[in-house]
DNA sequence: CCTTTGTTGAAGTTTTCACTTCAGTATTTG
DNA sequence: CAAATACTGAAGTGAAAACTTCAACAAAGG
């Protein structure tokens, strides 16, 4: 994968990750699979406004869903997860990586 | 802390992640502290813009700054980092435990 | 078959958000 | 001290995003 598509792909990653609703809908189906109508009942908000809520997670990466019948069955696509856990372990890593650094060059400027 | 206040904390990490922008500003913030005017140097748009995006990763936890003389200082600090990660992991780990129970289910269910 | 259920597309509305400009303040530098 | 630098607050603009309603449609159930 280029550099181009996988900075997109974290993109929509991290933007269906910034909404209230659609973290709300993953946590549901971290427990299990739903149908949509399912993630909508516990929302004050519309069945059609969820339906797009999960297709935004569905383009991201971070849901799957199969329909059957009149039924869309949701489930989590641990690969998006993944992706945004990349990311913040990447930032992680380098700023720990500078503390390594700093360490090291004051134990060699100041052995005592 | 309670619930709602973490719940608060979560929301703003995301949200605060959820803009290409701050995350290329934490990408740089995350090889060395920056001055503002040295995190908005790379794009094309107004200091102002870039410190209001300082502004946001500071109230997410995600940045701290520090101001000396006429210069404010960033750096990442790593608390927003752990949040966001632990959100994302603890939804992984409810979901691969469906799978285990699923397994268990079914290696009792037929053992051959 | 008729009705209900579950979803989807399209179009319109409202809210949020990123960004701009500009004025104002504090700090440094020549 | 004057000029340049580094922000910062406020107010406004435009675009994106969230949400609504409504119409259409296919699949199930009675």
Request: hydrophobic share 40%; glycine share 4%.
């Amino acid at each position: 994968m280029n550099a181009e598509a996988h900075d997109a792909r974290v993109d929509a990653v991290f933007h269906a990750l910034g909404d209230v609703t659609r973290r709300a809908i993953l946590e549901r189906l971290s427990r299990q699979p739903a149908a949509v109508s399912e993630l909508a009942a516990p929302f004050a908000m519309s069945l059609a406004a969820v339906g797009q809520h999960v297709q935004i997670l569905e383009r991201s990466g971070l849901v799957r869903t199969e329909k059957s019948g009149r039924v869309r069955t949701c489930q989590i696509d641990p690969e998006g997860l993944s992706l945004a856990r990349q990311w913040i372990d990447e930032r992680k890593r380098l700023w720990e990586q500078r503390f390594d650094r700093l360490a090291n060059f004051l134990d060699e400027d100041e052995p005592e």
